[in-house]
T-cell receptor, first 113, second 112 residues
Framework: NAGVTQTPKFQVLKTGQSMTLQCAQD?????MSWYRQDPGMGLRLIHY???????DQGEVPNGYNVSRSTTEDFPLRLLSAAPSQTSVYFC????????????FGPGTRLTVT | GNSVTQMEGPVTLSEEAFLTINCTYT??????LFWYVQYPGEGLQLLLK?????DKGSNKGFEATYRKETTSFHLEKGSVQVSDSAVYFC???????????FGQGTELSVKP
């Protein structure tokens, strides 16, 4: 199993550009989520999905869109990048049972200039 | 709302020293509690978990006990190694599962 994979590892954008961060998992997990990590703030939930076709907002959803057309994939779209979106982005997945232990991808480091 | 507070870092210890990283939480109901570890340049890995009061999670020599009376989940290790140098995150998930609330992270540096 590859687990949770994310691409790209690094990205530099100019203000106003759009892009999609890719996330895929091969563990047949129903639940997937996106977090951003900023210094001194831990990780904050952006969007999440409890299954294909179902998404919802987390703590910091503004400026981001998601969709979940398959169980395996959960892309995060930045519609018009802003410097405030400079961060490290992590995708995570879990089964919808027990303690919902989440497995994290390696992250995407995004810089918006 | 739910929240997690961790002790400030960075924490610097000598090899074989005793480690405690404090974590307290605020939550309604009966959350599950987690410790995640992040090594430099990597994603987060689940270190240990506890799902109900008085449960003790343990892994790789690390332990933490779910204390409902003090709303705490402190991480301990009896003898740290250089390879334990990382950032440690305390987190909780509420009754609905899934949504993790993280503390701000504590950076640990272990010197030989």
């Amino acid at each position: 199993n590859a687990g949770v994979t994310q691409t790209p590892k690094f990205q530099v954008l100019k203000t106003g550009q759009s892009m999609t961060l890719q996330c895929a998992q091969d563990m047949n997990h129903e639940y997937m989520s996106w977090y951003r990590q900023d210094p001194g703030m831990g990780l904050r939930l952006i969007h999440y999905s409890v299954g294909a076709g179902i998404t919802d907002q987390g703590e910091v959803p503004n400026g981001y869109n998601v969709s979940r057309s398959t169980t395996e994939d959960f892309p995060l779209r930045l519609l018009s990048a802003a410097p405030s979106q400079t961060s490290v982005y992590f995708c995570a997945s879990s089964k919808r049972q027990g303690a919902w232990e989440q497995y994290f991808g390696p992250g995407t480091r995004l810089t918006v200039t | 709302g739910n929240s997690v507070t961790q002790m400030e870092g960075p924490v610097t210890l000598s090899e074989e020293a005793f480690l405690t990283i404090n974590c307290t939480y605020t939550a309604t109901g009966y959350p599950s509690l987690f410790w995640y570890v992040q090594y430099p340049g990597e994603g987060l890995q689940l270190l240990l978990k506890a799902t109900k009061a008085d449960d003790k999670g343990s892994n790789k020599g690390f332990e933490a006990t779910y204390r409902k009376e003090t709303t705490s989940f402190h991480l301990e290790k009896g003898s740290v190694q250089v390879s334990d140098s990382a950032v440690y995150f305390c987190a909780l998930s509420g009754n609905q599962g899934g949504k993790l609330i993280f503390g701000q992270g504590t950076e640990l540096s272990v010197k030989p």
